[in-house]
């Protein structure tokens, strides 16, 4: 069938994926309420269109900490690929490199930092990092990541234990023994996720500032307080995020806490999105309200689930082309 909009990638990668895979992907917190709210947020958003404004020109190039990129979409970080694709990350770094777009590898990838950075040299990525108990090993993925020419550094901060994914209990999910979390091959036994330390607090940022020159961007926030924090602490960037709705449900869809932390910070950094972008408008939506760029998480995912590198790039190219319509039609 003709791959029209990104759901049609959700339908697709929902009938050919394993079940399991597919519900880990679609897994949200408890009653999945915040994941849900995340897409129901943008429905309840109307645009104000102006008429007769000459949009026979649009350029809708942005810049990320000072790296242009072709349009202001880029990819979340999220875990296994190779669920998705034999590939896994490298095609999504491919993929990324070949629609100029800036790719935000997971610590928990099932590529290593070396792999992905191979697969797209002088592609645009950052490295998301979780920090674990045994910080030696945070460091390492730390200093590893800028070597490899890795332009900055995503901390994720909100998840200090996972959340309870109903599905992934039920069906006892674990990656398939063929795949692993190359990343952290060695350090410890990674199935058991107490390796995350949840005693991080923002005086870590601190120490993460003392291993690296690269720019840090805290991942997670959803109030004025913590983006306020965020900001004296040094960060250089804000993800508004909750975390695809996996962490904690209950809390506020991704693009009601935008404007919030877009208030909070006035302009001393820049403040990105992720979560419920399905849609061209969604994006528009988004950098009205304040962000400067959006990520995918999931819709990523279908598209490695479709036809690897090729339809992620087919999902990037759906994005742009219906945010630049949606920037024509609104004037």
């Known amino acids: 069938?003709?791959?029209?909009?990104?759901?049609?990638?959700?339908v697709y990668a929902k009938k050919y994926l394993p079940k399991t895979t597919w519900d880990f992907f679609a897994a949200g917190a408890d009653d999945g309420t915040t994941r849900d709210d995340n897409i129901l947020a943008y429905k309840r958003i109307r645009f104000r269109p102006r008429v007769l404004r000459d949009v026979s020109v649009m350029d809708i190039r942005t810049k990320l900490l000072g790296t242009e990129i072709s349009f202001?979409?880029?990819?979340?970080?999220?875990g296994f690929h190779q669920?998705?694709?034999?590939?896994?990350?490298?095609?999504?770094?491919?993929?990324?490199?070949?629609?100029?777009?800036?790719?935000?590898?997971?610590t928990y990838s099932t590529s290593s930092l070396e792999?992905?950075?191979?697969?797209?040299?002088?592609g645009f990525q950052w490295f998301q990092l979780y920090i674990h108990r045994n910080r030696a090993v945070s460091k390492q993925l730390v200093q590893q990541a800028e070597a490899l020419g890795f332009q900055g550094l995503v901390l994720t901060a909100d998840l200090p234990y996972t959340g309870k994914r109903r599905d992934d209990v039920r069906n006892g999910f674990q990656l398939p023994p063929h795949m692993s979390l190359k990343n952290l091959e060695g350090a410890f036994e990674v199935c058991k996720m107490m390796i995350l330390d949840p005693s991080v607090t923002w005086n870590d940022i601190h120490w993460l500032q003392s291993l690296t020159h690269l720019p840090i961007i805290i991942k997670g926030i959803l109030t004025k307080e913590d983006a306020e924090l965020a900001v004296r602490h040094g960060a250089q960037g804000i993800i508004v995020s909750n975390h695809g709705g996996r962490q904690l449900d209950?809390?506020?869809?991704?693009?009601?806490a935008l404007v919030e932390v877009v208030e909070a910070v006035q302009g001393r950094v820049e403040v990105y999105l992720d979560g419920g972008i399905r849609k061209g408008s969604d994006v528009l939506k988004a950098l009205a309200l304040g962000a400067k760029c959006v990520f995918i998480g999931r819709p990523a995912l279908w598209g490695l689930a479709y036809k690897g590198e090729e339809g992620l790039q087919d999902v990037l190219r759906i994005l742009r082309d219906e945010f630049r319509l949606s920037m024509a039609l609104t004037g």
């Open 115 to 122: 792999e992905i950075s191979a697969a797209a040299p002088s």
């Open 1 to 10: 069938m003709a791959m029209v909009c990104l759901s049609d990638f959700e």
């Open 250 to 256: 209950g809390g506020p869809a991704t693009i009601d």
């Open 83 to 106: 669920l998705a694709c034999p590939d896994g990350e490298k095609s999504t770094a491919r993929a990324a490199k070949a629609m100029n777009v800036c790719y935000i590898a997971s």
């Open 72 to 78: 202001p979409v880029g990819i979340a970080p999220t």
